[in-house]
């Protein structure tokens, strides 16, 4: 008997175990349908060395989805962001990326992801047929080269060869004011550095041919000591150095190379200065510095950006950095899209984005632009300047000029086989 | 390749002292944390996995000692004396248990406290990378000898390194606690039976070893970006030295340290995209004709 009762009571909570497991598993898909949630798929890097990429993605691309949540979504829909770690890796990206399509119901990828995986992620997304929008690669292939590109892809960040245009002509103007003519290079050894490196100094050489270039040195990424390859530069005796290193490498350079005196009577170019990671890390920042904007809250020097710098910081109790900027305007653009469209549906967006502009703190006149030919964001506020140890960091930045960085771009692409 | 700057500089004094200065810089910070490494595996016969998060560990502890204090050499000694209390409680609670099992289980123990270690850095002191600035005291010109261009601070790091050296070498063979030390490494089981505690002249050693670790983060502070999983690279380079100057040898260490630390300077020079090749091409040789290392004990 006492078996017998025993043998229900153990069904009985069978039973009552599977009830409540069938609930709380279908609780949020019915809860979902009822909400319509446009939910949005982010991979991106939230551990290891540069997992600060992946939160201020995050965080920025969380802040304008907010925004647009509190002021009523698309007709009461509201966007949900599902942000997953790929840990860095490119086949980890993929796999993300894939999961978040075919598992977690994702309408759009919202890719934060470096190059390396941002390649990874862009396949995934032709593959599934979603409308992707890449937030960090800077890589300018991605969206250049016809092969590559895809119909539902899109690119808001930064572009290398934009970078190196201005870059370029900014250098090649203070080469001439202070007459530097042995020039040196000290990059990392990967695709990213290899790629910006000769795409600065090719520009360099355009603006200004008398410069020679007497030596590179391309110290691993993420390396911990740079003592050889300043000691290389060193016996260069170059006037001035070129870098493409950042977040932590560039710190780690300027701090070691300080010591050796390297910044003595030379002048330093280094495209990923200018972003408060790097500005705050060094604590010492040298005389004779010169860098392309990351992202300075005085860089467009507008109350726009100065407000959203503010509300940025008040909300995650840290500075905005360059990628940060970059998911906010994507999460703006697809937003806008979403608007226009009266939809989130990704073809219906695509061709919205195509071409299209936005108000945003970002552009260098109050304006951002998805350009119709190659789905990549241009007018974006892009310059270079010395910089200073204090805020603003650079007080008389040279802006970028859209019309030159426009027609030499078309030239890189002929050179290229792009067009 | 580029041998005609290499053959320039060998003909350069300002470049020679340069170079040289160079290596034994690279080598000093190497041997720190490889002398750690080297001195558990001699005697506990384990291999430390974790020992480049001690090092980043040591790294972080000074970072905040120094914020707290603003003494660059007490936040050294705050990050050696933290991590060789926390290696104990490692030792302690994880490692001891590990000893007598398979290679293969004390990787995943050391594994999984790597992951968990840069993580708790993450809560604690954030995922962006921080820097600690040069203190003051070295904030200043550097020395030029021959030409070549050495920095104040690495002077200083290179004594450094060079009292540990003789620390330790004195300590191991001039005192009864070193000769304790080697009759474990050499025969725990006639250790113990003569009433020595092998228990806690191994968690000692393992303690003494995170120490070196946590010392040599604490000292490298200055010229390094500190961010989770800092400590990969350096266990990597520490296991090269480890291998180059045998496994368990201090001396060794020491030898394999400059070593390295003189193939990166001058590599860089005539091979700059073949350093690492250099380095490794190293290990594989003395591991092919002298498999235990160049000071290391060979199997009788």
Aim: proline share 4%; with cysteine; charged share 15%.
């Amino acid at each position: 008997m006492q078996d017998n009762t025993q043998a229900q009571r153990r069904q009985l909570l069978k039973l009552g175990a599977s009830a409540v497991t069938t609930v709380a598993l279908s609780a949020p898909f019915i809860s979902r349908a009822q909400n319509k949630t446009i939910r949005i798929g982010m991979p991106t890097i939230l551990s290891g060395r540069v997992a600060m990429l992946g939160l201020s993605s995050s965080n920025a691309a969380t802040l304008e989805v907010e925004k647009f949540n509190a002021a009523g979504g698309l007709n009461g829909r509201k966007i949900e962001l599902v942000i997953r770690d790929s840990k860095g890796q490119p086949q980890e990206a993929a796999r993300v990326a894939r999961e978040l399509v075919t598992s977690e119901d994702c309408e759009i990828i919202l890719d934060a992801e470096a190059s390396s995986g941002g390649f990874a992620v862009h396949e995934v997304a032709r593959d599934l047929g979603v409308l992707v929008m890449h937030t960090c690669s800077e890589t300018s292939s991605l969206s250049a080269d016809p092969k590559i590109r895809t119909p539902l892809g899109f690119r808001c960040a930064r572009q290398g060869v934009h970078d190196a245009i201005v870059g370029g002509a900014y250098a090649a103007q203070v080469a001439k004011e202070k007459n530097l003519k042995r020039w040196m290079t000290v990059s990392p050894d990967y695709a990213y550095g290899r790629d910006t490196t000769a795409e600065f100094m090719e520009y360099l050489k355009l603006f200004n041919p008398s410069i020679e270039i007497v030596g590179d040195v391309w110290p691993k990424l993420f390396q911990a000591d740079y003592t050889e390859a300043i000691t290389r530069l060193l016996q260069g005796k170059p006037q001035a150095i070129y870098s493409a290193l950042w977040g932590g490498d560039l710190t780690s350079f300027i701090d070691q190379a300080g010591i050796y005196g390297l910044f003595n009577e030379r002048e330093f170019f280094a495209v990923n200065m200018a972003d408060y990671a790097v500005l705050t890390a060094v604590k010492n920042v040298p005389r004779g510095l010169h860098s392309g904007n990351r992202y300075l809250k005085s860089f467009p020097n507008t109350p726009a950006n100065t407000n959203w710098s503010n509300a940025y910081q008040a909300r995650f109790k840290d500075l905005p950095l360059n990628w940060a900027w970059q998911n906010a305007a994507a999460v703006q653009f697809l937003t806008s899209a979403m608007k226009k469209t009266n939809s989130a549906d990704g073809k219906k967006m695509a061709a919205a984005l195509r071409g299209m502009s936005i108000d945003s703190p970002f552009g260098s006149n109050g304006k951002l632009t998805m350009r119709a030919e190659d789905n990549t964001l241009v007018d974006y506020a892009v310059g270079w300047g010395s910089l200073e140890p204090k805020e603003p960091f650079m007080s008389k930045p040279s802006p970028g000029n859209w019309k030159q960085i426009t027609e030499l771009e078309v030239q890189w692409k002929k050179r290229k086989s792009y067009t | 390749m580029d041998l005609n700057a290499l053959f320039e500089c060998l003909g350069s004094m300002s470049c020679i002292v340069t170079q040289t200065s160079t290596g034994l810089i690279v080598g000093a910070l190497l041997f720190l944390v490889a002398a750690g490494l080297t001195l558990i595996f001699g005697v506990l016969g384990v291999i430390n996995f974790a020992h480049g998060s001690f090092y980043m560990l040591g790294a972080y502890v000074a970072l905040s000692a120094y914020r707290i204090t603003d003494n660059y050499a007490l936040a050294a000694v705050a990050a050696g004396l933290g991590v060789g209390l926390f290696a104990l409680v490692f030792e302690r609670f994880f490692m001891r248990r590990v000893y007598k099992s398979d290679v293969l289980l004390q990787l995943l123990v050391c594994y999984a406290f790597i992951l968990i270690l840069d993580d708790v850095v993450k809560i604690v002191w954030g995922a962006e990378f921080q820097s600690m600035g040069m203190p003051k005291a070295f904030q200043q010109a550097p020395l030029f000898i021959g030409g070549g261009v050495v920095p104040v601070f690495y002077v200083y790091l290179m004594a450094a390194a060079g009292l540990i050296a003789g620390l330790l070498w004195f300590i191991l063979t001039r005192t009864r606690a070193g000769k304790i030390i080697r009759a474990a490494a050499q025969n725990p089981g006639m250790t113990s039976a003569l009433g020595l505690n092998t228990r806690l002249i191994y968690a000692s050693v393992f303690a003494f070893g995170g120490l070196l670790a946590g010392l040599a983060g604490g000292l490298a502070a200055p010229v390094r970006s500190m961010s989770p999983g800092m400590g990969f690279s350096i266990l990597i380079e520490s296991f090269i030295v480890t291998v180059i100057g045998g496994m368990g040898s201090v001396s060794g260490a020491l030898l394999g340290a400059l070593l390295i630390g003189l193939i990166r300077s001058f590599g860089s020079i005539g091979f700059p995209l073949f350093v690492e090749g250099i380095m490794f091409l190293a290990m594989g040789l003395i591991l092919v004709y002298k498999p235990s290392g160049l000071m290391g004990k060979g199997q009788s």
